[in-house]
């Protein structure tokens, strides 16, 4: 139950109600702007290809949202046992509850206790960040009581996405705040300090992500902004705030265009395509609105893409048509180790080679006919039928053998030459045996989505042995097959890279906390999204308070949209849960409200 003079103040103890939001406004405002760097040592050798960590971006963003949460549940307890406030009442808590036990047990019983609790290395979204997230949620929802607190968040978050924009502004102009020697002073603790030294960072020089590690992160938290923006954009009765959120809008829509974030360009569109649905009487009587932001978002899309020559609108193409699938790099399908034979499957042709004793060779094609080759003063194999044109074979030497270097296009693949088989020689060059994969869908799709076919065809086998609790949270780098050598040449070009996420939020709940965690979360989420669709249908926003939580509700569908492609990361769910928070907040602050009218 909802104190009815919490729900009527306007001022009081406004200093009393500002350090109770701190927490909040620190999380909103601060925490995404945090960029430091933490070396940690990398105790995992399997999941990752150095002994060092170096986080610029996660490690400190992750601390700071843990402290934060110590002094939200002693406020809240407080609040509880001093002035005996009641927890409002919501039926969210329900499948929140299970979604934290379900992280909880995940990391209780997690083989890699310490990655389960403080997060993988370079992300730092382990257990006690995502109960940090629900902390604040439940922080958030029962500790803002009127407009004026709303108000101060609502501040707060606009504050920290102009600074997040500004900087992704300059970043697209080739004035990255962190290429520079200021700025590499400001990242950088003093023991690292060297007069002269560039930060280098594996992002092209015009491409935006801000104060966040990776550009599909920047469209992340623009799939919360821009929704955000763009319903406020509309709803706005006042002139000077319409002027103001719509700036703001063709700002985000600029950086978002500049970031190449194909999964925040779907997140914004899911969005507002039901944010027409639901309003769309409010939107047939303000199509001059409507009319702006469409001008808004193409001006921006045509003005990026004419500044990128041209690259922006032929990736937004690849969202539904990448050329790489079509092209298939260089048509290698599979690469196969079988008793004294080597088989390679192209597109191009079937080649089988036999080891027919003593290191001598065969070479057959798909008919079993043998194949006429000759070796040049190079060692390279060259064969008579042009088919066989891009198949690159060179003698070489291991130290266990004669060795055999596969090249097709920029591939390359090693093996051992034994006398009567033959070894594959993984980068590392150790000799190993190569694995069956487990794996599920998208075959010859694998290149789809900058490879996320590729990890989602392998990620969903893994959800099986994780029904009940997850391997523990931030693992999934650990239980992903990194030793699907072949499935990485074909998808990556390379065997060398470390799979450390599944570019899907969904995905990444179920291995990682389990089946049923994924399924609490997905209850959670659209308990809030059906009841608030329900509500605003009925009931369409006609004040601050009722447009900024129908902005929310648009700003959770536009993230939940984009965590189809990208993961969650400490910086963007962080103000995530928090909106999200506050939204619910808002929701039963109306809905009190209406049944006092009513009677």
């Known amino acids: 139950m909802i104190p009815k003079n919490a729900l009527n103040r306007m001022g009081g103890k406004s200093w009393i109600e500002l350090l109770e939001l701190m927490p909040l406004l620190i999380a909103i405002t601060i925490l995404p702007l945090i960029v430091y760097l933490k070396v940690n040592p990398a ?64 990391a209780i019983f997690s083989d890699y206790p310490t990655i389960a609790w403080s997060g993988f290395y370079n992300r ?26 709303v108000k101060t968040i609502l501040l707060a978050f606009l504050l920290s996405m102009i600074l997040i924009m500004t900087i992704g502004i300059f970043q697209f102009f080739g004035l990255d ?20 030294m560039q930060i280098t960072l594996q992002v092209e020089e015009t491409q935006i992500f801000s104060t966040f590690k990776h550009p ?55 969005a507002f395509l039901v944010f027409l649905i639901v309003f769309r009487k409010i939107v047939f009587r303000n199509w001059k609105r409507l009319l702006a932001i469409c001008i808004i978002g193409l001006a921006g899309l045509f003005a990026t893409d004419s500044l990128t020559g041209g690259v922006l609108i032929a990736k937004i193409r690849s969202i539904t048509s990448d050329p790489r699938i079509q092209i298939n790099r260089y048509h290698l399908q599979d690469i196969i180790l079988e008793d004294s034979s080597l088989k390679i499957i192209s597109a191009d042709a079937y080649l089988e080679l036999q080891n027919i004793g003593n290191y001598g060779l065969a070479f057959k094609d798909k008919t079993g006919n043998y194949l006429f080759y000759s070796v040049d003063n190079k060692n390279k194999i060259h064969f008579e039928k042009d088919e066989y044109a891009r198949y690159d074979f060179q003698f070489g030497q291991h130290e266990e053998g004669p ?43 694998e290149l ?74 997905i209850i959670f989420l659209l308990m809030y999204i059906v009841s608030s669709i329900r509500w605003y249908w009925k009931h369409p926003p006609h004040d601050l308070l009722s447009n900024i939580g129908a902005a929310i509700l648009f700003s959770v569908i536009g993230f939940m949209t984009t965590g189809i492609f990208n993961d969650s990361v400490v910086s963007v769910s962080t103000v995530f849960w928090i909106l999200l928070g506050l939204g619910v907040s808002i929701n039963l602050h109306l809905y009190h409200h209406t049944s006092e009218e009513n009677g």
């Open 448 to 521: 789809w989505g900058s490879s996320r076919g590729y990890i989602w065809s392998r990620t969903l086998p893994m959800i099986k042995s994780n029904l009940l609790i997850g391997k523990g949270p931030d693992t999934f780098a650990i239980y992903f097959p990194q030793n699907d050598y072949i499935g990485k040449l074909i998808s990556y070009d390379t065997m060398k890279i470390i799979v450390d996420k599944p570019h899907n939020m969904y995905l990444q709940t179920a291995v990682n906390t389990g089946l049923i965690s994924l399924l609490a979360l």
């Open 216 to 270: 599909n992160y920047y469209g992340s938290y623009m799939a919360i902004c821009l929704p955000f923006l763009g319903c406020l954009f509309i709803l706005s009765k006042e002139k000077k705030y319409r002027i103001f959120f719509g700036i703001l809008f063709a700002a985000g829509c600029f950086t978002l265009l500049g970031s190449r974030s194909r999964g925040g360009l779907l997140g914004i569109s899911v």
């Open 43 to 106: 105790e995992v050798s399997n999941a990752w290809n150095s002994s060092w960590d170096y986080d610029f971006f996660s490690y400190y963003k992750s601390i700071v949202l843990i402290i934060l949460s110590g002094p939200a549940v002693v406020i809240l307890v407080l609040k509880t046992i001093l002035k005996r406030e009641v927890m409002k009442k919501t039926k969210l808590y329900w499948p929140l509850l299970g979604f934290s036990i379900c992280v909880f047990l995940s």
């Open 124 to 149: 730092y979204e382990g257990a006690l960040a995502i109960m940090a997230y629900a902390i604040l949620f439940v922080y958030t929802v029962n500790c803002i009581h009127n407009k004026k607190q």
């Open 403 to 445: 060795g055999l270097i596969f090249n097709y296009g920029s591939l390359t693949a090693h093996f051992l030459i034994t006398k009567t088989s033959f070894r594959f020689i993984d980068p590392s060059n150790h000799i190993v045996d190569l694995e069956e994969i487990p794996s599920w869908g998208f075959e010859g799709k």
């Open 177 to 196: 705040l962190f290429r520079t020697e200021i700025g590499t002073r400001l990242i950088l603790p003093k023991v690292y300090e060297d007069p002269g």
